[in-house]
């Protein structure tokens, strides 16, 4: 993986000089809050419904055991003992202490690490395939463009005070596993007919309060422009992105407003002018980010073979890993979703055992998904049985990836500031509801996502089963969304029809899926059969 | 009754106004009636608090009681963690807030 070079760690930790120097001064009393909010807010810390959060950046997903481990130390040393993963693959820490920032800021430092840009109105932390560098289908490990576009967009001057956040995801797979059409710039890395590698450019994605499928805008950009037409892309949107209502300020309103036509000719006229700067790096800087992302050193002959007769392995073997390209080895997934459990919260525990499994078992690397489960992407068939019973005993072993179990969650009115409604109890009731292997096996892949307000950090919109908490006259309300997906063949979810309290919505739930599971024909997922049957059948079981 | 919360400026922890300072137990909140703005300018300009604001709550007799459920898991911890609230040992405190 991508290691700093002198410049990046001066970077980093210049910044982390900067920033104690402004909360000495915040905490002397020379800065007032309103002054100090947005040199926080740059650094990643928000104030949140009990204390300061600390988000910190994971770029695109990808961390070694040595970063792992200290994610983990800071969770026991300045936290409560456990921290939040996010659907932005990042992680968040609840209980941060003000002056406790400057020294956590200095730790991350030390490990290749930071918080910057995981707020405010700038480009934020690059998204990716959690699958990188491991999955057979892709056509070429989106890292080091992801890379790339990190050190382009890290204290890009222009786009620091954009009209609203930016949000950028890279993959290189026809499987989207990174809802890169609910991006702002969703970046699939494809092949030409020439065998050339380019770019192809959706723009305009997102969820929010008014979601949107983004188009693609370029179907092919070459790699010695991939710069420059990000920047085309940013520098239309930011001169003309709507700064005066917040609610209409993401690029998805205004590549709807302008017209996806009209918004790609002023990109290619930007394109044009910027051409004549000369602003892309050479290729041979990419050249050199893709030396940090060559494939570990495989075994060329270890064994496909696995030793199954334990049911508990097998069940996890067959739900939890994933096809690698590297005969004798797999992806291995682990959930952070155990029953009735919060999703993507882990212990400091759990945090540096996951960092000490990657190190022995894992080539050293370990993955955040959007999901917000962790990856091993490089696992030896021999070792996986050692591998998961570890992760078992710690309480991370479970076999629901994907399932009904498997759910996204945002933290919703129990931490968040911004939401309207509680997400993580209704999580909790509907694993629990659902908490039998069987009944997932009976179910399938389902994807439920929850958000507790209509930010939808939680996803709800991308869900097969989404779920929007609301405040209805000071109490806690939920709608039920069916329909949405975030792979290839993206789709927005659509209420049902009134919400419900929290009780009603798991019934609701439960409900959908046995229209499901009375309707399905072979092979179908739920998402399929919804599809085919439509919204009627599903309202009917619900309402009727 | 006014209740005037806000968060304490080194840990972020929420805060009650007792009338002669500040408390983490929003049973010792008070009634600021139209006080809260005076309040507030004095208290933040003090750096003894940020973010405050006034809401509305009442007095029962378990209590004081925020008005909105947003501002009574702000008064008593994550309802997900019984053990990160402020009665870790009652785990029916939770029901509180609903």
Known sequence: ?544 | MKILTGNDLKTGAVTWWTGVGWSLDVNDATDVGDEGAKIIAREEGAQNVFAAYVIDGEKTSEGVRPAHIKDRIRALGPTVRPDLTLKPSDPEAVNWVI
């Open chain 1, 1 to 544: 993986m991508y290691k700093y070079d002198s410049y990046d760690q001066q970077m980093v930790d210049t910044r982390v000089a900067e920033f104690r120097d402004q909360v000495r001064r915040r905490l002397s009393g020379d800065l007032t809050e309103e002054q100090f909010r947005p040199l926080r807010l740059q650094n990643g810390l928000y104030l949140q419904l009990h204390a300061y959060m600390l988000r910190v950046a994971v770029p695109y997903g990808t961390l070694n055991s040595a970063q792992m481990k200290v994610l983990g130390d800071i969770a026991d040393k300045y936290d409560r003992g456990y921290g939040h993963f996010t659907t932005r693959q990042n992680i968040q820490y609840n209980w941060i202490k003000l002056e406790d920032t400057p020294d956590i800021l200095a730790d991350l430092a030390a490990v290749e690490m930071h918080a910057i840009q995981t707020s405010g109105n700038c480009i934020r932390n690059i998204s990716s395939d959690q699958y990188a560098g491991a999955a057979a289908d892709e056509i070429v490990d989106p890292r080091p463009y992801a890379e790339l576009l990190r050190q382009w967009s890290s204290f890009h001057p222009e786009f620091l005070t954009l009209p609203r956040k930016f949000k950028i995801a890279v993959i290189a797979s026809e499987t989207d596993r990174a809802a890169m059409r609910l991006h702002d710039i969703g970046i699939k890395m494809v092949k030409n007919a020439a065998g050339e590698i380019g770019a192809q450019f959706y723009v305009g994605g997102g969820m929010g309060r008014t979601p949107m499928i983004g188009p693609m805008i370029k179907e092919f950009v070459p790699l010695d422009h991939l710069i420059t037409y990000s920047e085309a892309c940013l520098r239309v949107y930011n001169r003309y992105g709507r700064r005066d209502n917040k609610y209409k300020a993401r690029i998805k309103i205004l590549v709807h407003e302008l017209g996806k036509d009209e918004y790609t000719r002023q990109v290619e006229e930007e394109l044009a002018h910027l051409l004549t700067m000369g602003i892309e790096p050479p290729i041979a800087e990419l050249e050199r980010i893709k030396q940090y992302f060559t494939d570990p050193a495989f075994e060329a002959d270890a064994s496909d073979d696995l030793d199954l007769s334990d049911p508990d392995f097998r069940l996890w073997v067959e739900r939890n890993t994933h096809a690698h390209k590297q005969a004798g080895y797999v992806i291995a997934n682990v959930s952070l979703k155990p029953v009735g459990g919060i999703p993507g919260d882990a212990t400091a525990d759990q945090i540096r055992l996951m960092a000490q499994l990657a190190k022995d078992y894992s080539f050293d690397e370990l993955r955040v998904t959007h999901a917000q489960n962790i990856v091993f992407p490089h696992v030896k068939k021999a070792d996986l049985y050692t591998l998961w019973k570890a992760l078992d005993e710690a309480g991370i072993g479970t076999a629901n990836l994907d399932t009904v179990g498997d759910i996204i969650a945002c933290p919703g009115l129990d931490y968040c500031s911004l939401a309207n409604a509680r997400s993580i109890p209704v999580a909790q009731k509907i694993s629990e509801r659902f908490g039998s292997s069987e009944k997932q096996a009976e179910i399938g892949e389902l994807k439920l996502k929850i958000s507790g307000c209509i930010n939808a950090c939680g996803h709800h919109h991308a869900g097969h089963i989404g779920i929007l908490g609301v405040d209805k006259k000071g109490v806690e309300n939920y709608q039920l969304l069916l329909g949405g997906c975030e792979g290839a063949d993206t789709s927005l979810g659509k209420i049902t029809g009134p919400g419900f309290d929290e009780n009603g919505i798991v019934d609701a739930v439960e409900k959908a899926t046995e229209v499901y599971l009375s309707n399905k024909q072979d092979g179908e997922r739920f998402l399929d059969t919804y599809r085919r049957i439509g919204m009627d059948p599903f309202k009917e079981a619900i309402y009727g």
